[in-house]
């Protein structure tokens, strides 16, 4: 993230003590991310130090959060490497920090991997198809909030900033898009909770090894088809170019499918999820580059880069 809300040690103290989590030993605001205020706070709990991730939501709201925090602690529960929020001396899980709707999880050991090769593709793939079947009897609900009616809310927003071409790109998609998500064919994938935001920056490896997928904050119901697009569309491309990388994309591809095969409606939609994934980044990008929020510690994205990866799964469909 950045750090939009500065937390004091004092405030820090205080959230500790009413989740039990021991003595504050430091606090450091995160510089990663762009949508919430994140610390890593360090404590000590009976003589041994323990590491968490304090995150101050500045968008979501006290009715939004709970679908969130409750598909962690329901995926950590089945296995699946996930932080867990903590609950304070009530059972609650989501906390009040400097006026905001706050969350504590544990912090995942390892590091993102923002260059991988075949067996990490393969890793994800695998774990977010695990994922997707843990996530079958979460008995929550709520709607991918930058799903298809985020998308048309906000295209007419960041299109006068645009130059002639990208304007009638980013109106062809959306209308490609809509004409997809009305038809029979995409009421038939199958859904559930996606992650729907799962880059190579939400995902931590040690040792060449899995350690856990975060930040669920962009999670709703949706189709598992868009996670697997939203995957291919940063784990398995030639960054520069935004152009397809066939030998990661098999790796994911086989490894997604070894626990949960792709339907033959799911591998028919692919290309067209695959246009769906990139606008949806691409738009997210042009409204925060276009119209962006204070914050100490912000790095937006570059819009260019998913217009480019949109412009390669026009020209050159991929297939399953
Ligand atoms: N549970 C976690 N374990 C380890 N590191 C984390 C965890 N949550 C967040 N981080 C770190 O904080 C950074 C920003 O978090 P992120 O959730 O991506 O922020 P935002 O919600 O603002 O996009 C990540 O890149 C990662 O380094
Ligand atoms: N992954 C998205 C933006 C969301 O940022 P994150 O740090 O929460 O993953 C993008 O790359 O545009």
């Given at each position: 993230?950045?750090?939009?809300?500065?937390?004091?040690?004092?405030?820090?103290?205080?959230?500790a003590?009413?989740?039990?989590?021991?003595?504050?030993?430091?606090?450091?605001?995160?510089?990663?991310?762009?949508?919430?205020?994140?610390?890593?706070?360090?404590?000590?709990?009976?003589?041994?130090?323990?590491?968490?991730?304090?995150?101050?939501?500045?968008?979501?709201?006290?009715?939004?959060l709970?679908?969130?925090?409750?598909?962690?602690?329901?995926?950590?529960?089945?296995?699946?490497?996930?932080?867990?929020?903590?609950?304070?001396?009530?059972?609650?899980?989501?906390?009040?920090?400097?006026?905001?709707?706050?969350?504590v999880?544990?912090?995942?050991?390892?590091?993102?991997?923002?260059?991988?090769?075949?067996?990490?593709?393969?890793?994800?793939?695998?774990?977010?198809?695990?994922?997707?079947?843990?996530?079958?009897d979460?008995?929550?609900?709520?709607?991918?909030?930058?799903?298809?009616?985020?998308?048309?809310?906000t295209?007419p927003?960041?299109?006068?900033?645009?130059?002639?071409?990208?304007?009638?790109?980013?109106?062809?998609?959306?209308?490609f898009?809509?004409?997809?998500?009305?038809?029979?064919?995409?009421?038939?994938?199958p859904?559930?909770?996606?992650?729907?935001?799962?880059?190579?920056?939400?995902?931590?490896?040690?040792?060449?090894?899995?350690?856990?997928?975060?930040?669920?904050?962009?999670?709703?119901?949706?189709?598992?088809?868009?996670?697997?697009?939203?995957?291919?569309?940063?784990?398995?491309?030639?960054?520069?170019?935004?152009?397809?990388?066939?030998?990661?994309?098999?790796?994911?591809?086989?490894?997604?499918?070894?626990?949960?095969?792709?339907?033959?409606?799911?591998?028919?939609?692919?290309?067209?999820?695959?246009?769906?994934?990139?606008?949806?980044?691409?738009?997210?990008?042009?409204?925060?580059?276009?119209?962006?929020?204070?914050?100490?510690?912000?790095?937006?994205?570059d819009?260019?880069?998913?217009?480019?990866?949109l412009?390669?799964?026009?020209?050159?469909?991929v297939?399953a």
């Amino acid at each position: 993230m950045a750090v939009f809300t500065e937390v004091s040690e004092d405030e820090a103290r205080g959230l500790a003590q009413r989740l039990s989590l021991g003595e504050v030993l430091e606090l450091r605001g995160i510089q990663g991310g762009i949508e919430n205020t994140n610390y890593f706070l360090t404590t000590q709990q009976d003589g041994r130090r323990a590491e968490w991730v304090l995150t101050l939501f500045e968008r979501l709201t006290a009715e939004q959060l709970p679908f969130y925090l409750h598909l962690m602690k329901h995926l950590a529960h089945r296995g699946i490497p996930v932080p867990d929020p903590v609950a304070d001396q009530g059972g609650d899980i989501l906390h009040t920090v400097c006026g905001k709707p706050a969350a504590v999880v544990d912090k995942l050991a390892g590091r993102s991997e923002l260059a991988p090769i075949a067996a990490h593709c393969a890793a994800v793939g695998e774990m977010l198809a695990r994922m997707h079947l843990a996530g079958r009897d979460f008995n929550r609900a709520q709607p991918n909030l930058r799903g298809l009616a985020w998308w048309n809310e906000t295209v007419p927003v960041v299109l006068p900033f645009l130059q002639d071409a990208q304007a009638s790109l980013l109106r062809s998609e959306l209308a490609f898009q809509n004409h997809v998500a009305a038809s029979s064919a995409c009421a038939a994938l199958p859904r559930g909770p996606v992650h729907a935001d799962l880059f190579r920056d939400n995902v931590m490896f040690e040792d060449g090894a899995l350690t856990g997928f975060f930040d669920f904050y962009f999670a709703g119901v949706d189709t598992w088809l868009f996670d697997v697009a939203v995957c291919l569309n940063d784990w398995c491309i030639d960054p520069p170019t935004g152009r397809h990388d066939e030998a990661r994309a098999r790796a994911f591809l086989q490894a997604y499918q070894r626990v949960r095969p792709l339907a033959a409606a799911e591998r028919r939609l692919l290309p067209a999820m695959l246009r769906a994934g990139a606008l949806r980044f691409w738009i997210s990008r042009l409204w925060d580059f276009h119209l962006p929020r204070e914050a100490a510690l912000l790095q937006p994205h570059d819009p260019a880069h998913f217009e480019r990866v949109l412009r390669e799964r026009v020209h050159e469909p991929v297939a399953a």
